[in-house]
């Protein structure tokens, strides 16, 4: 702390300030020994490591040469594109998963060669233990396209993403994403402990009809002809 700081401001500047960091001295007290104070004050806290970013430390880190500025991280802005190829999946609900991903100019350029355009594509794994082949369905995507929400057929189940470029009879995967677990859209009747049973009956559920929910179809089902 400089007490060339300290000494520059009002005296009622001093006692706000001391009030902040948790000083409250008498009103007559004079004006040095305020300042000694509040600069004693800061040395103990310094000692006892304790961080001085709390909103009642503002005007602390600014007279002490800290540094701090209130909202410098509004200034930080990501970038659209980080130059890498890659394909991201995350959950959005039991049915529908929000997948995104970023395809590397080097990459672009490679697809590009051989004259015509190769089509992109979504290739939507779904993962079963113990099976090898993994069940799938594809998603038309265009170049430009850089995110998509998928609806799966299966909640509950795990599913991978595949970002794909086709020139039929060829298919190449170019990305990979991770193995996303979808949550439980309802817990089966059988699956429901009878204590719990017993007690919706009492509670009249079986009064509201309700039906377990049918099996629905992932929207854009596509194969390599695009039919």
Request: net charge negative; proline share 7%; aromatic share 6%.
């Amino acid at each position: 702390m400089d007490p060339a700081k300290l000494s520059a401001l009002s005296d009622e500047e001093l006692k706000l300030l001391a009030e902040k960091i948790g000083i409250f001295l008498p009103d007559d007290l004079d004006r040095s020994f305020v300042i000694e104070e509040i600069i004693e004050a800061l040395e103990e806290d310094a000692r006892e490591d304790h961080l001085l970013d709390g909103p009642g430390h503002v005007e602390v880190k600014k007279l002490s040469g800290t540094g701090f500025i209130p909202g410098r991280h509004q200034d930080i802005v990501l970038p659209d594109r980080y130059h890498c190829t890659e394909i991201h999946a995350i959950p959005r609900d039991p049915l529908w998963i929000f997948a995104y991903w970023e395809i590397a100019e080097t990459v672009m350029e490679k697809l590009l060669e051989g004259g015509e355009e190769p089509r992109l594509l979504l290739r939507v794994n779904e993962l079963v233990p113990g099976q090898e082949k993994p069940q799938y369905f594809d998603i038309s995507v265009s170049m430009e396209d850089r995110k998509w929400y998928i609806n799966v057929p299966h909640a509950g189940a795990a599913y991978r993403i595949d970002l794909c470029a086709a020139r039929p009879p060829r298919l190449r995967i170019i990305a990979r994403s991770n193995v996303v677990q979808m949550p439980l859209q309802y817990m089966a009747a059988h699956r429901i402990p009878q204590m719990t049973r017993s007690l919706m009956i009492l509670s009249g559920s079986e009064d509201l009809h309700l039906v377990e929910p049918k099996e629905s179809s992932p929207t854009r089902i596509l194969n390599m002809d695009g039919e």
